[in-house]
């Protein structure tokens, strides 16, 4: 089936209910321009599409957005896939553990089973993951590992991580408010790291504004359900982004491909599909957990305050400094995410020496303007520029976008 004309794309007409519709389908509070990027580089890959393109009524952009708005799946099991090419140099492993350790960095020698570490591996590589959820109570996921597995079990007030590789296990519990919105305490701190097609959809929607183009292009077959595409693409330069395609399921309005290409060319750097997908509900067995025969338990240190529905003293205070003078310059896909550090730079690779020295010189670019000099660290999607007073500017835009922003930023 050919793509739709183009005049599905939304208008300025369109906008107060296009913007309705998106407000309801972005259910997690992420600010667009630092996690929201930060978020999409978490990738799938692509989905087993069966042959043909089905035929199904027509329905506008907005039609289709609403449909994802819409969309309450509450019980479903299925197999995904995921990979990520951000075009990372090739350091033996070195940035999935600059990645991992920072997210651990304050917290002692932490467990392998904790998720806020675990989950980061879905950043880089090719991984396999197992999902099933039976109403907001009960979720699991599974990352499939060579000779080993990890899972994270939601069930009831408990939330389970488990490392079959190191016999280790977390122990947390999910705050009354989470359990109502179907999410564990630990989840709803660390949304920066969805692993679901419907997680990277809602977070696409929430730039869907003036400076997008939406359109629905066509049809396809994804793990043998009818889905229609929809197509959100910039309408401004200077971005990184190229377009981002969902595949939506025809009937039940659930994402089940979400393919982001940059505007660069070349392979995705997001892709995200099943290939397996039922929307029976799993068995109860499903999420019963108890922590084998010599396993190392570690119980979450922010267990007695999330049974609260609230964070430890010491989480609110290093969340209150991470956030103090985060600033927006911009507006749509061109925003860029600016704080100061203090004057605490980033060391150049030079500087910094050994395996770090290498993988920071391997990204840095050395750059001047009105800001003064910096260092730009670049991906194939998110970009960074450190001033050598410590300013920093980052987003889903090019280089040249992050010199601009930060000379109107100084």
């Known amino acids: 089936m050919a793509p739709y004309a183009s005049d599905d794309s939304t208008t300025a007409g369109e906008g107060d209910d296009l913007r309705s519709g998106r407000r309801k389908a972005a259910r997690y509070v992420v600010p667009v321009a630092v996690m929201g990027v930060a978020a999409a580089t978490i990738g799938l890959v692509p989905a087993l599409a069966d042959s043909g393109d089905p035929d199904l009524p027509k329905v506008s952009a907005q039609q289709l957005i609403?449909?994802?708005?819409?969309?309450?799946?509450?019980?479903?099991?299925?197999?995904?896939?995921?990979?990520?090419?951000?075009?990372?140099?090739?350091?033996?492993?070195?940035?999935?553990?600059l990645l991992s350790g920072a997210t651990r960095s304050g917290e002692g020698d932490g467990s392998s089973a904790d998720p806020s570490a675990k989950l980061t591996e879905l950043a880089s590589?090719?991984?396999?993951?197992?999902?099933?959820a039976d109403g907001p109570e009960r979720q699991k996921l599974s990352l499939l590992e060579n000779a080993a597995e990890y899972s994270l079990i939601h069930n009831g007030k408990d939330v389970w991580g488990y490392d079959s590789k190191s016999n280790e296990v977390y122990h947390g519990t999910a705050s009354e408010s989470a359990?109502?919105?179907g999410k564990s305490d630990k989840s709803e701190k660390r949304e920066d790291v969805p692993a679901t097609p419907k997680d990277l959809t809602e977070e696409a929607l929430?730039?869907?504004?003036?400076?997008?183009?939406?359109?629905?292009?066509?049809?396809?077959?994804?793990?043998?359900?009818?889905?229609?595409?929809?197509?959100?693409?910039?309408?401004?330069s200077g971005t990184t982004v190229g377009a981002i395609s969902v595949a939506v399921d025809a009937k039940t309005g659930l994402p089940?491909?979400?393919?982001?290409?940059?505007?660069?060319?070349?392979a995705a750097v997001v892709d995200a599909g099943f290939t397996q997908v039922s929307f029976s509900k799993?068995?109860?067995?499903?999420?019963?957990?108890?922590?084998?025969?010599?396993?190392?338990?570690t119980e979450d240190e922010n267990a007695d305050h999330a049974d609260r529905g609230q964070r430890s003293p010491k989480s609110e205070k290093d969340l209150g400094k991470e956030l103090d003078g985060l600033k927006t310059l911009g507006e749509g896909w061109n925003s860029v995410?600016?704080?100061?550090?203090?004057?605490?730079?980033?060391?150049?690779?030079?500087?910094?020496?050994?395996?770090?020295?290498?993988?920071?010189?391997?990204?840095?670019?050395?750059?001047?303007?009105?800001?003064?000099?910096?260092?730009?660290f670049s991906t194939r999607l998110v970009n960074a520029l450190i001033t050598d007073d410590g300013k920093v500017y980052v987003g889903a835009v090019t280089k040249d976008a992050l010199v601009k922003a930060a000379n109107s930023g100084k």
């Open 282 to 297: 799993p068995a109860a067995s499903t999420f019963d957990f108890a922590p084998p025969k010599g396993a190392k338990v």
């Open 66 to 97: 609403e449909k994802i708005a819409q969309s309450d799946v509450q019980q479903l099991s299925g197999t995904v896939k995921i990979s990520t090419d951000l075009g990372l140099p090739d350091l033996g492993g070195l940035e999935s553990g």
């Open 125 to 132: 590589g090719t991984h396999t993951l197992r999902v099933a």
């Open 179 to 181: 359990e109502k919105n």
């Open 337 to 376: 995410a600016t704080f100061d550090t203090g004057g605490e730079s980033v060391p150049s690779g030079a500087e910094a020496g050994g395996d770090l020295g290498g993988f920071l010189g391997s990204l840095g670019d050395q750059v001047s303007g009105k800001f003064g000099k910096g260092t730009v």
């Open 206 to 236: 929430k730039s869907v504004d003036d400076t997008t183009s939406v359109t629905v292009d066509g049809t396809v077959h994804v793990a043998g359900r009818d889905a229609y595409k929809l197509l959100i693409k910039p309408k401004q």
């Open 256 to 266: 089940l491909k979400f393919t982001l290409t940059p505007a660069s060319g070349g």
